[in-house]
Structure formats: structure tokens, C-alpha cells
């Protein structure tokens, strides 16, 4: 039985954000996604009470790997080596949440009034401490931020540049990992 319970909450999960992607989060209603899953209202409610419920959700099993990063990463020394590996786990966070990524990219907007807003913005404030130190040159503290940008941009808009996709994200790695390098040569 809580096993049907899960699938069921993955499945309202998978289709409002489907949904969210395709119409925006402001214009589709739990009515809406309640009809793609063929249930009632009401058995969507017994999972979710609003489409903000959803969305939380969502988010958090998604970016529970982000969490555990800052975490792991805050218990390692603060050194090239473990930046350049914390860039490695996100790239692989990235892409494994990236419709929800996606989602949040196409619909700043609505996210930025929703809690789960807030939440990502700690965490990428979090991520970004966690790649330079205070003595940084200011130079080399943005090629820290731009290191998780450019995993970013490679997350969501290297899908529009031809090539093996493989190759795209080994490429933008080596990218994000050039420029933490950088910010460790200026010390």
C-alpha cells in the first residue's frame, strides 16, 4: 500500500511539472493536473493540498542531492582538490534535476514568490562560499561564482550547440573546473 502511495506521488510530481513546464506554474490549476493524471480533485488533495505543496516537494526530492553536496563539502578541506570536486557532484545534481531546473529557468518570476525561491538562492549562496575564501581577489571570486554558472548555462542552454552530448558536459566541466583553478593560481 505505501508503496502505491509513492507512486502516486511521483506520478502528480512527474505530470505538474510537465504541466508547469509546458503552461507556467501561475496558470495551471490542480484541476488540470488532476485531469492529465485521470483522478479526482480529491484524490489529488489527499497528496497535495496546493500546487505550491507540489512544487516544495518536487524540489526537495530533487535537490536533496544539492543538500547533501554543502553538507559533505563543508566537512572537507577547503583546497582545490575538493572544489574541484564539489563542481563534479553538482554538475551530476544539475543534471539529474534538470526539469526542474529547467522549470525554475522558464518561470523565475512565479519561483522567486514562492518559498522554494528563497531556498535555491541559499543554497547557491551556500555552493558559492564553499569554492573561494575570503582572501580571494575579486577576480578570482567571480571566476568561482561563474564556475557554477557555467555548469549551469551547460546544464540548460548547451542543448541548443551542436554536438555529442557526452562531449558538451565533459566540455563544460573542464570549463567550470579551468576557472576554479584560476581563482587558486591568483592566491
Given at each position: 500500500m505505501a508503496q502505491a502511495r509513492?507512486?502516486?506521488?511521483?506520478?502528480?510530481?512527474?505530470?505538474?511539472?510537465?504541466?508547469?513546464?509546458?503552461?507556467?506554474?501561475?496558470?495551471?490549476?490542480?484541476?488540470?493536473?488532476?485531469?492529465?493524471?485521470?483522478?479526482?480533485?480529491?484524490?489529488?488533495?489527499?497528496?497535495?493540498?496546493?500546487?505550491?505543496?507540489?512544487?516544495?516537494?518536487?524540489?526537495?526530492?530533487?535537490?536533496?542531492?544539492m543538500d547533501e553536496l554543502i553538507d559533505w563539502a563543508g566537512d572537507q578541506p577547503r583546497t582545490l582538490e575538493t572544489r574541484q570536486e564539489v563542481l563534479r557532484r553538482y554538475q551530476q545534481a544539475l543534471l539529474a534535476a534538470a526539469p526542474l531546473f529547467r522549470f525554475m529557468q522558464e518561470n523565475q518570476a512565479a519561483v522567486g514568490k514562492l518559498?522554494?525561491?528563497?531556498?535555491?538562492?541559499?543554497?547557491?549562496?551556500?555552493?558559492?562560499?564553499l569554492l573561494q575564501d575570503e582572501d580571494f581577489a575579486m577576480t578570482d571570486k567571480v571566476r568561482s561564482v561563474s564556475a557554477i554558472f557555467t555548469l549551469h548555462a551547460g546544464a540548460f542552454f548547451m542543448q541548443h550547440v551542436e554536438g555529442d552530448p557526452e562531449e558538451k558536459q565533459e566540455a563544460v566541466l573542464e570549463v567550470a573546473l579551468d576557472l576554479i583553478g584560476q581563482a587558486h593560481q591568483g592566491r
Open positions: 509513492g507512486n502516486t506521488r511521483q506520478r502528480i510530481q512527474d505530470v505538474a511539472l510537465e504541466l508547469f513546464a509546458e503552461q507556467g506554474y501561475e496558470t495551471t490549476s490542480l484541476r488540470e493536473i488532476a485531469e492529465r493524471l485521470d483522478v479526482t480533485k480529491a484524490a489529488l488533495y489527499y497528496h497535495f493540498k496546493t500546487k505550491e505543496d507540489i512544487l516544495v516537494s518536487i524540489f526537495e526530492d530533487l535537490t536533496r542531492p518559498s522554494v525561491g528563497l531556498t535555491f538562492k541559499r543554497r547557491m549562496i551556500a555552493l558559492s562560499g
